[in-house]
């Protein structure tokens, strides 16, 4: 046994970077501690890091044993002597100041190390059954997360506060975006939706505390917009499944750790201050936050809150179009010959064009404010206590203005069209435009509360955590859509080859508001409640020796109750009359300016037009008009909102689960293993609940025109509909790492995964809609989906350098046996249409999409990180440092039914989110107090929606984009900081295209915008 045990502690130790003085100084202070019982791999890392200390990690002293909890105020040598009390460990500070720790053989208990006792003594020449292993002088570069990535037995990154301290990021999703294999979408120049080795947000499961978190989006998607940073201690990004994580992630598992007082060392106070301005709107928004931390009762009791209140201003310069799908005819007017990019005349079944194209520039305001509390306490009986609530509010109020060019107008000249028949070039003439205004309003507000307990219970520790949360959203959309009417032979001309978004001329005067007149008006307001409730029980047992090392069991109940209700103005209201027959006062609108508006772009585009001065004046005004035109009753409201059941639908699930596993490890000759292999048994309920509509006849729209052609609906009366549907899984999991002693690491996982369908995939809700082209389309939910289902497989090798170097390398590979696709084709109308829609149509087309099962695919890709530590090439630098990661869609096969839509291509990859290639690189430089942080990332082309909203239908794509983000900063002191974060130097624009490059359906430039910070800590 000794000569095991020598062998043991000849291939290790444990290098803790501390000068003597310092630890000496160290063995009476007092640290606040908040250890979890865990490997004492795990447990020193957070010792280190907890008592501000730094030190790397190799295994062999510390393989095979579990640490105990340690929660308190303790000098070094209490910690220690709770740390490892009943372990084969010992460890304190020796008479010359260093950190030992110690082996033990056959130590009596009476040996043990107790706070009263002396220090330990140095050792001596003996054969003493106690052998130690004493620390050296050395610091390891080797960062804090990256050493939580060395001693993971998964695949998984980190990143901890110390990280999103010093980064330049808006919010969370920016803040991952700088890890390997993940990358984000933005709107309105902040980070949104986040992709995981390519699979967007409803692959993902993202939990606060580990638990889930109600949303106020219409999916089970996070809300990062939510959460600041300011309140958060660190996030796992977990990618290789485990029996113990939460099932419905084919992506990766995120947890997001807020704060705890017991995670301070007594009395912490964190306050920061911000301005944030941009070059498009430069008026400054503000930035508050405050964090106060502390213990009482010798650090029995611990209390935490947190309070933000963020405001900043935007502008977001835009070009967006709409229902491409419902193009599917010919003009009725069309004019001349259709001719391809050579000239020449070509036969044409349709002209693949937008129906609506919207130049236009929208000012804003977003405000945060949120509140986080957290009170813990423990006894010596029952534990860890932890009692926790989370409420934010996010609002959105904007108002944008600008024009919009009818698309769907029958008259067209002087067409050209490329080989997919999408239209390049062309003159709509006699037709009016349309000038557009827009109020949005989006308000948001969150609440979670949970409790945990953590104790032990006859040697098995146990983790017990109930929560309850819920969201509501409120989303509105209300345009106003007045027309251009002034010019002779009105002609806009337009041109889609000049560069990213359309160039067009107009001889109508959009600056008159002598030649402005009633047309359209619409409203849509959503309103989301998500309620989730969870209790979860987790236990563990350690066994001090043998192969196994521990197991593992729990139980956990998850219900969620979400309701999706939409509301809208009354059909018969929306026009105003439409055409354009009914003048409004000028005294209504006035002229704005933007000479800038997307200044970068090529091709010729209006950026001057009038702007309406006064919703409410206006709104009055249209009743007057209707009322007039006897539109609508006297008394009756025109914008009075009503409930639309057919978009409506509400969802119920429950989900039951079971878990075991065991974790094993052992020793061999050349390296050490650690494995682990387990199983979640889970049974998924869905109730889904709506109503049901049929469209009984089609008419003809009084408000039609030589124009337009609008459609009037009959739909039978909404019938309330139900649908239960059950699913049982088992899903399996295994993983091992292999250390070689050597900085090298070999770790593989294999496990069967499942990710949920969205919530409104599975509603019941069938919902007509119709426009100004004579289409009807036709989209809704299938209540009978199954989960996507796959085996997913891991293979990493990784290398850590006591140098500060690390390197990784992933081979990871999905097999996908059950997915969702989305299916889209043409068809007739079936139902009753009137004689004089066939005097303009001989027939209906009703474009119809719809969700279903079909056998999936496989997906291979391969995850490359390194770090590197040029701190000894830079001689005036404190730290040097850069990271680089990416992403590779190696092979991509994945079945899906063809898109049967006229002159549509089927999307190269049909997952959403999924780009083939990312990367990301992040470089860090301190000088003494000056420190700066550079952070580019940029992730491929990507499918956005297999079925999009703008285009009615057609697959959605966002194109590539490289975005750069940079902090200037200097630290007066530990406690007093400033930084200046500028964010978006690349000046990245959005771009998103429906099926083809050339058929762009949004586009929005935010330019550069700034954020100033101070920090004070006490």
Not at 276 to 305: A, C, K, V
Not at 554 to 581: E, M, T, V
Not at 773 to 797: C, E, F, I, M, R
Request: with cysteine; charged share 20%; proline share 3%.
């Amino acid at each position: 046994m000794f000569q095991a045990l020598t062998r043991l502690l000849v291939f290790v130790g444990i290098i803790i970077g501390c000068l003597v003085n310092t630890c000496l100084a160290a063995s009476e202070k007092k640290f606040q501690f908040n250890i979890s019982e865990t490997r004492a791999e795990l447990s020193l890392l957070q010792f280190a890091n907890q008592a501000k200390l730094s030190f790397f990690i190799s295994y062999e002293l510390v393989e095979g044993v579990k640490t105990n909890p340690l929660i308190g105020e303790f000098t070094l040598i209490q910690a220690a002597k709770i740390l490892f009390n009943q372990t084969k460990l010992v460890g304190g500070i020796d008479e010359n100041g260093a950190f030992a720790l110690k082996a033990r053989a056959l130590v009596s208990e009476q040996n043990e190390l107790v706070a009263e006792e002396k220090p330990l003594d140095p050792p001596r020449n003996t054969d003493e059954q106690i052998e130690t292993i004493y620390v050296k002088g050395m610091d390891s570069d080797l960062p804090y997360n990256w050493r939580l990535k060395q001693v993971s037995d998964g695949v998984q990154d980190l990143i901890d506060r110390k990280q999103m301290n010093s980064q330049p990021s808006q919010n969370l999703a920016e803040n991952l975006q700088k890890s390997v294999g993940v990358s984000i979408s933005r709107s309105i120049g902040e980070g949104g939706d986040v992709s995981v080795r390519g699979f967007g947000p409803n692959y993902n499961v993202t939990t606060v505390n580990g638990r889930t978190i109600a949303t106020s989006k219409a999916n089970r998607n996070f809300d990062f917009r939510i959460l600041p940073n300011d309140f958060v201690k660190n996030i796992d990004i977990i990618k290789s499944a485990s029996a113990d994580l939460s099932a419905g992630s084919i992506g990766a598992n995120i947890d997001i750790s807020t704060a705890r007082p017991f995670d301070y060392d007594g009395l912490y106070v964190d306050t920061r201050f911000g301005l944030n301005t941009s070059e498009l709107r430069p008026e400054y928004g503000t930035h508050l936050s405050n964090l106060y931390s502390n213990t009482f009762f010798d650090g029995q009791l611990g209390f935490m809150i947190g309070v933000l209140r963020d405001r900043s201003l935007y502008r977001v310069d835009r070009y967006s179009t709409q229902r491409l799908a419902q193009s599917n005819i010919l003009p009725e007017n069309l004019q001349g010959e259709v001719l391809n990019q050579s000239g020449e005349a070509v036969e044409a079944s349709t002209i693949r064009r937008p129906l609506r194209m919207i130049f236009d520039v929208q000012n804003g305001e977003k405000r945060r404010d949120s509140i986080n509390s957290v009170l813990q306490w423990k006894t010596a009986m029952s534990g860890l206590h932890t009692l926790d609530l989370i409420y934010a509010r996010f609002k959105r109020k904007s108002f944008s203005s600008g024009v919009q060019i009818p698309g769907q107008s029958p008259n067209y000249k002087n067409v050209l069209i490329d080989d997919n028949q999408t239209l390049l070039q062309a003159d709509i003439f006699d037709n009016n435009l349309d000038a557009v205004f827009e109020q949005q309003v989006e308000d948001i507000d969150t609440l979670a509360i949970g409790y945990n307990s953590k104790f032990n219970l006859n040697g098995w520790w146990i983790d017990f955590d109930i929560s309850h949360s819920k969201a509501n959203s409120f989303e509105s959309l209300n345009a106003l859509i007045p027309h251009y009417v002034g010019a002779q032979d009105k002609n806009i001309h337009l041109d889609f080859t000049q560069g990213n978004i359309l160039s067009m001329t107009t001889n109508i005067p959009l600056g008159d508001s002598t030649q402005i007149s009633a047309h359209w008006n619409g409203k849509l307001d959503y309103v989301i409640q998500d309620t989730v409730d969870e209790i979860k029980l987790d236990s563990r047992y350690l066994f001090d020796q043998g192969l196994i090392e521990e197991v593992n069991f729990g139980i956990s109940y998850f219900q969620r109750d979400k309701s999706h209700s939409q509301y809208k103005w009354n059909d018969d209201y929306q026009c105003a009359p439409c055409g354009g027959l009914v003048d409004l006062p000028n005294y209504l609108f006035q002229v704005i300016e933007y000479p800038d508006y997307l200044a970068n772009e090529s091709g010729a585009r209006p950026n001057r037009w009038l702007m309406l001065t006064d919703v409410e004046a206006y709104n009055l005004k249209i009743q007057n008009i209707m009322e007039a035109n006897g539109i609508v009753p006297d008394g009756v409201k025109w914008n009075q909102t009503i409930f639309d059941p057919s978009a409506s639908y509400s969802n119920y699930e429950e989900n039951l689960s079971l878990y075991g596993k065991i974790k094993m490890t052992e020793q061999s000759e050349y390296f050490d293993w650690h494995a682990s292999a387990g199983a979640r048994y889970l049974v998924f309920n869905n109730t889904s609940e709506g109503f049901l509509q049929n469209v009984e006849k089609i008419d003809l729209d009084p408000n039609s025109s030589d124009n337009e052609l609008r459609l009037k609906l009959t739909y039978s009366q909404p019938e309330p509909a139900k649908s239960n549907t059950e699913s049982r899984y088992f899903l399996p999991s295994a993983n091992i790492a292999l250390d070689f002693r050597n900085g090298y690491q070999l770790k593989a996982a294999v496990a069967r995964v499942i990710s949920f369908p969205n919530i409104e995939e599975i509603g019941i809700n069938k919902k007509f809609t119709s426009d100004d082209s004579g289409t009807l389309v036709l989209s809704g939910g299938n209540s009978k989906l199954k989960p996507y289902s796959a085996t997913q497989y891991d293979l990493s090798l990784e290398y850590y350098q006591t140098s500060g170097n690390a390197y990784s390398a992933t081979l990871f590979h999905k097999n996908i046996d059950t997915f969702i696709a989305t299916s889209s084709f043409e068809q007739t109308f079936q139902g009753e249409v009137s004689d004089a829609v066939l005097e303009r149509r001989p027939q209906i087309v009703e474009l119809v999409s719809t969700s279903e099962n079909i056998s999936g695919g496989s997906i291979l890709g391969v995850e490359l990180s390194s770090r590197f530590d040029l701190s000894a090439w830079c001689g005036f630098c404190s730290e040097l440092a850069t990271e680089l990661n990416y992403t590779q869609i190696l092979n991509n096969q994945m079945n899906t039914d063809p898109i049967e839509l006229t002159a549509v291509q089927e999307p190269a990859s049909v997952i959403e989110g999924l780009s083939e290639q990312a990367f990301n690189l992040n470089l860090n430089i301190k000088l003494a107090g000056l420190y700066s942080y550079l952070a580019y990332s940029w992730r491929s082309d990507f499918l956005n929606a297999r079925q999009g909203t703008r285009t009615g239908g057609i697959p959605e794509h966002t194109r590539a984009a490289g975005h750069l983000d940079w902090r200037l900063g200097y630290q007066f002191n530990s406690k007093f900081e400033v930084s200046l974060d500028v964010f978006n130097l690349t000046r990245s624009s959005h771009l998103e295209y429906a099926d083809v490059r050339n058929r762009v359906t949004h586009f929005e430039d935010t330019g550069i915008s700034y954020q100033l910070g101070f920090r004070k800590q006490w």
